[in-house]
């Protein structure tokens, strides 16, 4: 795949497609930083340290019985872990399209955020939840 612009990435939450309530959604892993700088180095010595991931979305807010309200509230009440899974076009998982999953918690949700005149939105983050964290399909 080639540059592109995202406009038909695929956003799949506890089993159920919302990307058609998404308007933003990033990726992320990171790795702690750890210094192992002994006494009388002239440069820092950084090792990398325990990994995180985080996946974030912004959806349009919906009340409808299976939609947006109805598949995060329970998430966000719950301690069980569930999977998110995002890829950059809808298209099959491929090499140029690849999936990235994440065993998930959510860990706090604004079920009704927005200023007057505004579509009601709600920013949330996926927190990773197990040991596998982020992976990569293909």
Known sequence: MAKFTLR?????VNGTVVSDHANEVSVETSRDEQDFTSFGAVNKEIQPGLGDATITATFFQDFAGGSIDAILWP????????????????????????????????????????????????PVTFRNAVQAGLTRNP
């Not at 038909?8 to 799949?12: G, V």
């Not at 491929?94 to 955020?113: C, D, F």
């Open 75 to 122: 998430l966000s009440t719950s301690t069980t872990p569930f999977i998110v899974r995002v890829r950059p076009t809808t298209a099959a998982i491929s090499a140029t399209n690849p999936e990235y999953s994440m065993t998930s918690h959510l860990l706090g949700y604004n079920p009704i955020s927005g200023g007057v005149g505004a579509p009601a939105s709600t």
């Open 8 to 12: 038909d990435a695929r956003l799949e």
